[in-house]
Every structure is written in structure tokens, then in C-alpha cells.
């Protein structure tokens, strides 16, 4: 059962309308009827606000979704869009290129660390000569 299905079901398991559940989760009514049909991607906090709103894990929302990936970006100034999850036969692509920018991003960072290390010593031989 894909995620959007699960959070159908918790809602109708609870006699909620999708006004009612929309509300509950800080959400128009048609951004959470759109969420629920599978129509749009859904955020990790989204994710995190509906486990909360039907009293659920947020692993059992995710479980036995095979097709399910969790995408994560590095902008997590912008908590909303920290990340989500997509259908994986739909993003693949998608996921391919992100896992490219990590690997980039994992590298520009091993620089920037190489880059801080030398600046410490560089500093440290300062401190020394003034001493």
C-alpha cells in the first residue's frame, strides 16, 4: 500500500472528512486531497505531521512501500523542503541525479575540511612565532 493510500485509510479509519484531516495537519483541502490521491509529493515534515495527527510511527506509514525513496537535499535552512518522498519508478532519474550531487557535495565538503586544516596550522606556526 503506497504512503497516500495509508493516510487515506487512517483518515476513513477515523470517520474524518479530508476537511477535517486538511485541518489537522495544517493543510488546505486541496493540497491534502492532492496529497492523498498520490497527486503530489510528500515532505518529510508532512510525513512527520500526519504519523502525529493519526497517532501513527512514521516507519509504519513507509512500511512495505517498496516503491517508495526518501529524497533529502541539502537545503535544510528551509525545513519544509528538507525533504520527501517520491515513488521510485516515477523518479528514478531523479534519484540518480541527486545521488550524483551528494557525491559532489561530499567532495567540495572533504575539500573545504583539507582547506580548514591547513588554515589551522597556518595559524598555530602564527601563534607560536608570536609567543
Known amino acids: 500500500m503506497a504512503v ?10 477515523n470517520n474524518w472528512t479530508q476537511e477535517q484531516a486538511a485541518e ?3 493543510m488546505s483541502k486541496n493540497g491534502y486531497a492532492n496529497m492523498e490521491r498520490g497527486q503530489a509529493s510528500i515532505n518529510i515534515n508532512r510525513l512527520e505531521k500526519a ?5 501513527v510511527d512514521i516507519l509504519e506509514l513507509l512500511n512495505s512501500s517498496k516503491d517508495v ?3 533529502v537535499n541539502e537545503n535544510f535552512e528551509n525545513t ?5 518522498y517520491y515513488r521510485q519508478s516515477d523518479n528514478a532519474e531523479k534519484l540518480a541525479l541527486q545521488l550524483a550531487h551528494q557525491q559532489t557535495l561530499l567532495e567540495q565538503k572533504d575539500q573545504e ?10 595559524l598555530k606556526q602564527q601563534l607560536e612565532k608570536s609567543q
Open 80 to 84: 519544509e523542503q528538507c525533504g520527501n
Open 4 to 13: 497516500h493510500d495509508k493516510i487515506r485509510a487512517l483518515r476513513l479509519q
Open 69 to 71: 525513496v526518501l529524497f
Open 51 to 55: 504519523a502525529e495527527v493519526f497517532q
Open 24 to 26: 489537522k495537519m495544517d
Open 113 to 122: 575540511i583539507a582547506a580548514l586544516k591547513e588554515i589551522i596550522v597556518l
